[in-house]
């Protein structure tokens, strides 16, 4: 591994040179191989990382090999290595080489990949050969990224029977090599997406592993963010808790470089309670009803120094995917609430498809609402819906747990909405703030607001 050579470095803002080269597989059709699982998110897998080459890393479309299924053969495979990635890059350029699928440990020891034509000795392709193609092209920045498993043969795991055994990791000539497992662990997905890819994209696009909220991503703190997610996972998903064996990724790179930083005006910045809301001429009397209840009631009780923010912006149209990202100065629970345009209340987060313990604020570090898997394993994504016009988003935190906070809620709020918006909040507040008041209760809350607009 090249000394000085920051791992990951083509996270870092810029566009792509004529040569950089990538190469993703995913493969979920191993139906020709006996007793191989089942898979259903390695070909989806390969359409996220082609949007985050093509989105924040720069890539160009057409400097991206895409082979699935049928098209990823082990032929197919190692002249894509040879000839896209060490024949058509020179010095210094990017390579980035992602497979999603299955693994194995061979006979000999050795662990291999296996390609669309597994059930055939030429459709395993051993980890040495990779290494092997790598060594040739060491003086190009060479990340590897392989979301699958070495032992298996379980339903939901990426990865057929074999042992344990200890993956290499330092490839000749790459500059950061990531696993989605280690050494006898086994590669899970749920439906539709693996579970490592998951956590490693929400890491980068979502800016929750930014520990520091510093806006500079280190490959330490990326590494932390995937190893808590996956730990988190494992510890919540039965199937996975009932091997014993848990579940890490593994890395090997420097870990102090930065590998992605956001410009400083798209950082959340904590800062004063945002002014008064002035709704629109057009906006309906149910909501200006409903803005006093927030400013006066909500918004001067933030000891906990709650901060909320919308990815884009606060003007929204009609069919966009949003994220919200929610950060305290305090350990606690959150639930985020939204007053629509018409003045009604839902109850945004926690959903009932979020995972368990989703809606924990650690000190200083961001929540991504939403997270990218829910609680039965599926990808989640909030869209933006009619009616259009103003509305206005409500963090409120509690320093303690979850169901102490959600017991003052409106019953029935996080499976619809409650029209009076403004009665209810009244509610909620008058509730907090007699839990405020009980000497025998020492749990303290803080609340935020963010208004926004729908367009049509």
Not at 197 to 216: H, Q
């Amino acid at each position: 591994m090249r000394p000085g050579v920051l791992a990951l470095a083509l996270l870092a803002a810029g566009t792509a040179s004529a040569e950089d080269r990538a190469l993703l597989v995913g493969i979920d059709d191993y139906s020709a191989i006996d007793g191989a699982p089942l898979l259903t998110g390695a070909v989806a897998d390969v359409e996220r990382m082609s949007d985050l080459l093509t989105g924040p890393m720069g890539f160009q479309d057409d400097q991206i090999t895409r082979l699935v299924d049928g098209e990823a053969t082990a032929d197919a495979i190692v002249s894509a290595l040879i000839d896209r990635l060490v024949g058509e890059t020179t010095a210094g350029d990017r390579v980035f080489l992602y497979f999603a699928g299955l693994g194995t440990t061979l006979l000999t020891g050795t662990p291999a990949l296996l390609a669309h034509d597994g059930d055939s000795v030429l459709g395993e392709i051993p980890l040495s050969t990779i290494t092997d193609v790598l060594a040739f092209i060491s003086d190009r920045e060479v990340h590897v990224m392989i979301d699958a498993g070495f032992d298996g043969g379980l339903p939901g795991t990426r990865g057929l029977a074999g042992r344990a055994t200890e993956t290499p990791l330092d490839f000749d000539g790459a500059t950061g090599v990531w696993m989605a497992a280690g050494p006898g662990q086994f590669a899970w997905e749920t439906a539709g997406a693996g579970v490592f890819t998951a956590a490693w994209i929400d890491g980068l696009t979502e800016a929750t592993a930014d520990a520091d909220s510093d806006g500079a991503l280190t490959a330490d703190e990326l590494s932390a963010h995937v190893t808590e997610r996956l730990s988190d996972w494992c510890d919540g998903a039965g199937r996975c808790l009932a091997t014993g064996r848990g579940l890490a990724p593994r890395f090997a790179g420097a870990g102090e470089a930065i590998l992605f930083e956001r410009p400083a005006a798209v950082r959340p910045e904590p800062g004063p309670t945002p002014g008064p809301i002035l709704p629109d001429d057009d906006t309906p009397s149910s909501f200006r009803e409903t803005v006093g209840f927030v400013t006066d009631l909500f918004a001067p009780s933030n000891d906990a120094g709650l901060n909320l923010s919308i990815s884009g912006g606060e003007r929204l149209a009609v069919g966009d995917f949003v994220t919200f990202s929610v950060s305290s100065e305090r350990a606690g629970a959150l639930v985020l609430l939204d007053v629509d345009p018409t003045g009604a209340l839902a109850q945004v987060y926690p959903s009932r498809l979020s995972a368990e313990g989703a809606t924990r604020l650690a000190p200083g570090r961001a929540l991504s609402i939403p997270s990218v898997l829910g609680v039965n394993g599926k990808p989640l994504r909030i869209r933006v819906t009619e009616p259009a016009g103003q509305g206005v988003l409500l963090g409120l935190f509690i320093e303690g747990d979850l169901p102490e906070l959600t017991a003052l809620l409106p019953a029935g709020l996080d499976g619809g909405t409650v029209r009076n918006a403004g009665q209810s909040l009244f509610e909620i507040s008058q509730r907090l703030l007699a839990l405020e008041a009980d000497p025998e209760s020492d749990i303290a809350w803080s609340a935020t607001y963010l208004p926004y607009r729908i367009e049509p």
